[in-house]
C-alpha cells in the first residue's frame, strides 16, 4: 500500500525552540509538499520540492525552511517556533509526470501546539 | 488568478438524503480537478479526479462529480449519504504539471440520523 509517513502525530513546542517535521513517502515521487491546514483557511502551500536538493517557496514561507537530502524524505524545520505557527502541517507527494501525475497523496497530519 | 470557491462552508443532511457540494473555480488553462476528503485528525484522501474525457467521473465510497467547464465548476455529488460520510470535503485544481495546486477552503458536512 502505498504511503506518506509524517513522523509525529501530536507535537507541543515552546515559543523560541527548534521544530522538525519529518515526512518519508515509499512511492518514488519527484515531487514533495509541506502545506499548513488552519480552519477556514483551507489548505496553503509551505514549500515545495520537485527534486532532490530543490526547493520552491509556496505561499506562506516566512518563518520555515526546508531539507531535501534524499528523494523520499522532506523535512519542514521551523527554526524558532512561534504561538502563530500553532497549525495541522500535511505532507504530500506525486509524481512530475507520468498517466498519474497530478493526484498527491497525503500523510495523516502533524498536529503542532506552540505555548 | 487561481483560485478555487466552495460556497458553502458547513451542509448539513439527513442519513440517506441527496448531496451535492459546489465548487466552482478560476483557472486559465485545461485544469485538473480534484474532490479529497479529510476525517477528523487525519490527512486526505482522494475521493475523484478529472483529467480529460467524460465530464462525469466516478469516485470511491459510491461520490460522483461532474466538470462543467461553461460554469467553472465541478460539483460532488452522492445519491445517499451515509454517516460515515461526516467529514470535511476539499476541492481542489491544478495545472497539468502536478506541480500547483489550488484549494478549496472546504465544506464540512455533518449526517443526522
Known amino acids: 500500500d502505498v504511503k506518506v509517513t509524517q513522523s509525529s502525530r501530536y507535537l507541543v513546542k515552546r515559543t523560541g525552540e527548534k521544530v522538525f517535521l519529518e515526512c518519508v513517502q515509499d512511492m518514488d515521487h519527484e515531487n514533495m509538499f509541506w502545506y499548513r491546514q488552519d480552519p477556514g483557511l483551507g489548505l496553503r502551500l509551505i514549500y515545495f520540492s520537485y527534486d532532490v536538493k530543490m526547493k520552491e517557496k509556496g505561499d506562506i514561507p516566512e518563518g520555515y525552511s526546508v531539507s531535501r537530502e534524499k528523494k523520499e524524505r522532506f523535512s519542514l524545520i521551523l527554526e524558532s517556533a512561534s504561538t502563530n505557527q500553532t497549525s495541522m502541517y500535511l505532507c504530500?507527494?506525486?509524481?512530475?509526470?507520468?498517466?498519474?501525475?497530478?493526484?498527491?497523496?497525503f500523510g495523516e497530519g502533524s498536529r503542532l501546539t506552540v505555548l | 488568478a487561481q483560485s478555487v470557491t466552495q460556497p458553502d462552508i458547513h451542509i448539513t443532511v439527513s442519513e440517506g438524503a441527496s448531496l451535492e457540494l459546489r465548487c466552482n473555480y478560476s483557472?486559465?488553462?485545461?485544469?485538473?480537478l480534484f474532490w479529497y476528503v479529510q476525517s477528523p485528525g487525519q490527512g486526505l484522501q482522494l475521493l475523484l479526479k478529472y483529467f480529460s474525457g467524460d465530464t462525469l467521473v466516478q469516485g470511491i465510497k459510491g461520490f460522483e462529480a461532474e466538470f462543467k467547464r461553461s460554469q467553472s465548476s465541478f460539483n460532488l455529488r452522492k445519491p445517499s449519504v451515509h454517516w460515515s460520510d461526516a467529514a470535511e470535503y476539499f476541492c481542489?485544481?491544478?495545472?497539468?504539471?502536478?506541480?500547483?495546486?489550488?484549494f478549496g477552503t472546504g465544506t464540512s458536512l455533518t449526517v443526522i440520523p
Open positions: 483557472y486559465g488553462a485545461t485544469p485538473y
Open positions: 481542489a485544481v491544478s495545472d497539468q504539471s502536478g506541480n500547483q495546486f489550488y
Open positions: 504530500a507527494s506525486n509524481h512530475a509526470a507520468g498517466p498519474n501525475t497530478g493526484e498527491l497523496f
